[in-house]
């Protein structure tokens, strides 16, 4: 059985600057077509303007108005990211 991937990951607005961890979790099932990305948890200040159980088609709308995918162009493990 797969166990859900837990992780923190830390959104930050590009325009405003506005920052903060938010929880997320994925199955840990490389046999799965999705991720099953979910979002447990936004910062304050961040809401979902778009779910998605794909991170690079989740988009974030901060407190200023701006929007962002969950996961950009950034390097990004298939597995998530180590916690720190
Ligand atoms: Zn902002």
Do not use: W
């Not at 099932?29 to 979902?48: S, V």
């Amino acid at each position: 059985m797969a166990a859900r991937d837990r992780y923190s990951r830390k959104l930050e607005c590009a325009q405003c600057g506005h920052a903060g961890f938010a929880d997320v979790s994925e199955d840990d099932d490389p046999r799965r077509k999705t991720r099953g990305f979910e979002i447990d948890a936004l910062p304050r200040g961040f809401e979902t303007e778009f779910a998605s159980n794909n991170p690079r088609k989740h988009v974030i709308r901060c407190q200023c108005g701006h929007k962002f995918k969950f996961e950009q162009t950034t390097t990004y493990a298939p597995s998530g990211e180590p916690r720190r």
